[in-house]
């Protein structure tokens, strides 16, 4: 299985600000895409360890802006796993348009107990499909 993958986002203009410049706050949700695709092509699905009092929060994202992606470019964004460890994932995303590097980016989750909020180790099927 990948622990990769490339996911193609076209900029619309509800994600530009003023300048046709894209929004800043929008990476993340590119980023967010990007997680999103690699989990599913691997196997795992989030929402389904909601029934099982488990959930993935963001704890820390820490995003480099380097370019502007604008109104219509056509961008790449490329998602990898950077980390697993007992309680935690960290990935890094680089958005890109064309082999130009825009934004560079590494968020990292915590897997946590739905009922407390507190943290709990990722569950072993979950690790073993990213390591895989």
Known sequence: ?????????????EDTDCGNVVYYANYLRYMERGRTELL???GVDFSSYHEKDTVFSVIEANVKYKQ???YNDLLTVVTNIKEVSGASLIFET???????????????LACVKLSTGMPKRIPG????????
């Open 1 to 13: 299985m990948k622990k990769s993958n490339e996911l193609r986002i076209r900029v619309y203009y």
């Open 40 to 42: 599913r092509e691997l």
């Open 68 to 70: 502007p992606a604008r």
């Open 94 to 108: 680089q958005v890109r348009r064309g082999e130009t590097l825009l934004v560079y980016g590494e968020v990292k």
């Open 125 to 132: 099927e979950i690790v073993s499909a990213l390591k895989s």
